[in-house]
C-alpha cells in the first residue's frame, strides 16, 4: 500500500464499512490532492476544476481562494507533476497520487481515464470501492464495471507483450 497516512475503519449512511484516509475529503466527487501547512488543493472529478483552500486548525476548508478549470486530464498531471510532486517537497496526498499514477497510465492508450482512475485507486492504492465511487461521483457498480474493464484490457497487454517478447527471443 502506497498511502502515506493510515486509514480508519468507517460506515457510510447505508451500514457498509470502508477505509478512509485523513487526506481525503469528503465531499463527493472532490478530492485533496495536495497540501501543505495550512493550505489544500482540491480536485473535482467530474467538473474537472481545482479549488486552492485555506484550512482550518482542523483541517477543515476555511476559504476557497481560486479555482481553475482544466480542459483534459493531462493539464491535471502536468499541474500536479510540477506543482505538488517537485523533488524538494513532496506536497501529494494519496489521492493525488493516485490521480497522477492513473494519468500516466491514461497516456499509454491502454485505458481511458476513467477506467485509469478506478483501476489506480482500488487496486495500487487499495482504496476501498465505496470511497472510490464516492470521490469520482459515481455508483459502486460503475466502480466494479470499471475495474473489471480495466484489469481485461491491462490483462491482454500483459499476454500481448509476452507474446511478442517471446516471438523476440526465438
Not at 35 to 59: H, M, P, S, T, W
Not at 105 to 128: K, M
Request: aromatic share 8%.
Amino acid at each position: 500500500m502506497v498511502s502515506r497516512k493510515t486509514p480508519r475503519i468507517a460506515e457510510d449512511t447505508h451500514g457498509n464499512r470502508y477505509q478512509e484516509y485523513p487526506d481525503i475529503h469528503s465531499k463527493p466527487g472532490r478530492g485533496r490532492i495536495g497540501i501543505a501547512d495550512r493550505n489544500a488543493v482540491y480536485y473535482d472529478c467530474k467538473k474537472q476544476v481545482l479549488y486552492f483552500c485555506e484550512l482550518d486548525a482542523e483541517g477543515e476548508v476555511l476559504v476557497e481562494h481560486e479555482t481553475i478549470t482544466l480542459s483534459n486530464s493531462t493539464e491535471l498531471n502536468t499541474f500536479i507533476d510540477e506543482q505538488l510532486r517537485d523533488s524538494s517537497k513532496n506536497y501529494t496526498t494519496t489521492f493525488g497520487d493516485a490521480l497522477w499514477y492513473a494519468g500516466k497510465l491514461a497516456q499509454t492508450a491502454i485505458l481511458p481515464v476513467g477506467q485509469a482512475r478506478v483501476y489506480s485507486l482500488r487496486d495500487h492504492f487499495e482504496i476501498g470501492r465505496q470511497r472510490t465511487a464516492h470521490l469520482f461521483g459515481i455508483s459502486p457498480n460503475t466502480v466494479d464495471t470499471q475495474l473489471a474493464a480495466a484489469r481485461n484490457k491491462i490483462e491482454s497487454a500483459i499476454e500481448l507483450a509476452s507474446l511478442v517478447n517471446a516471438k523476440n527471443l526465438t
